[in-house]
């Protein structure tokens, strides 16, 4: 694929003002229990149907990048750089991984409890704030734009999880998570209900795409950007995920139940891989009766809803992405840590 010298310069700036940082900006995690697995296949990577066979890759394990945080979420990869940006919400920054040097350390602090990440087609940072309660897109010179804050006159409640199509719209969700407190931003009162904006390529117009969820949370499309998914945090009686066709006009239409976590379970983030299937950071909803242990970690969904695969990991992931130079190195966002495995698969474009 052929890049605009202009998108390619511009890439290049934001690169040099993220290496500007330097090594003052090193973080010095604390340690966390983990043992790396040292037989292979890792058992931590568990089929749960013999389709999930073709994505293990017997001589690859589990691997703990980095530890010592508080709520480690929205990972997104920037290839050009080979690097990772994640956010460490009540810790108000969002961290940088440098997958040559292995090092970790902060690309902005504060960061306005920053939860979702992801790029744009242009290559930009496009980031979910809690505390302003706002979606912001960072230029290439370092300066940060803001794309949405309100609608209909009203602040969002706390923009969560964040994706960018190819046509350049960008959809959000919005529920009222980051102001439910003073840990992961500021205590507020809701002015809108749970929602999903879209913000139009063309104008920047915020239009609401979806009223009706309870806690929308994390949402990604199919490879072929006809479906859009999207994790209903507060259904009840259990989590689930929706699929809805997507219009040309960004109309979502043909509801339908794709994944409903039985019980305990907790989805948080999810992304989609070139085959369809379904990568869903997983945990306890933190009932009696749940067992952390057999749910933490990621849950794989093949493209018609079924559970194929099982990442286990000792602490709940809330996010996930791919990344590496093949785009089959899956990062997982977990509570206090930073995890990496190698897949035979890639992310969805």
């Known amino acids: 694929m052929e890049i605009d010298p202009q998108v390619q310069a511009g890439r290049r700036r934001l690169l040099g003002a993220a290496l500007a940082l330097g090594p003052a900006s090193l973080v010095h995690a604390q340690s966390f229990s983990f043992t790396p697995q040292q037989r292979y296949p890792d058992p931590s990577v568990r089929i749960l149907d013999p389709e999930f066979s073709k994505y293990r890759i017997y001589s690859s394990s589990v691997e703990q990048l980095a530890t010592g945080f508080r709520w480690l979420e929205g990972p997104v990869w920037f290839g050009d750089g080979r690097y990772l940006l994640v956010s460490d919400i009540p810790n108000n920054r969002i961290l940088r991984w440098d997958e040559t040097t292995g090092q970790i350390s902060v690309f902005r602090q504060p960061s306005n409890f920053s939860n979702g990440l992801a790029r744009d087609r242009q290559g930009r940072l496009l980031t979910c704030e809690h505390l302003t309660r706002r979606v912001t897109r960072t230029e290439y010179d370092g300066s940060i734009t803001v794309l949405a804050d309100r609608f209909d006159g009203k602040p969002f409640n706390s923009p969560n999880d964040i994706v960018c199509q190819r046509n350049g719209a960008i959809w959000f969700t919005d529920p009222p998570f980051g102001i439910g407190g003073h840990w992961e931003g500021d205590k507020a009162t809701p002015e809108l209900p749970h929602s999903v904006y879209r913000i139009d390529p063309a104008n920047g117009r915020v239009t609401l795409a979806l009223a009706d969820l309870a806690g929308p949370n994390g949402l990604c ?129």
């Not at 990568?279 to 749940?290: F, L, R, V």
């Not at 099982?310 to 966002?333: D, Q, S, V, Y």
Request: with cysteine; charged share 20%.
């Open 221 to 349: 499309f199919s490879p072929d950007e006809k479906v859009l998914y999207i994790v209903e945090s507060r259904h009840q009686p259990n989590r689930v995920i929706w699929a809805f066709d997507v219009g040309a006009d960004g109309a979502l239409t043909n509801k339908r139940l794709h994944v409903d976590a039985q019980g305990p379970g907790a989805i948080d983030g999810i992304k989609c891989d070139e085959a369809g299937n379904l990568w869903c950071g997983w945990g306890s909803n933190g009932s009696a009766d749940a067992m952390p242990e057999e749910l933490d970690g990621v849950m794989v969904f093949n493209p018609a809803g079924k559970p194929i695969g099982h990442i286990r990991l000792p602490e709940r992931c809330a996010n996930l992405c791919f990344g590496g130079a093949k785009r089959n190195r899956l990062f997982m966002a977990s509570s206090h840590s930073l995890y990496a495995l190698y897949v035979e698969t890639r992310g969805a474009a």
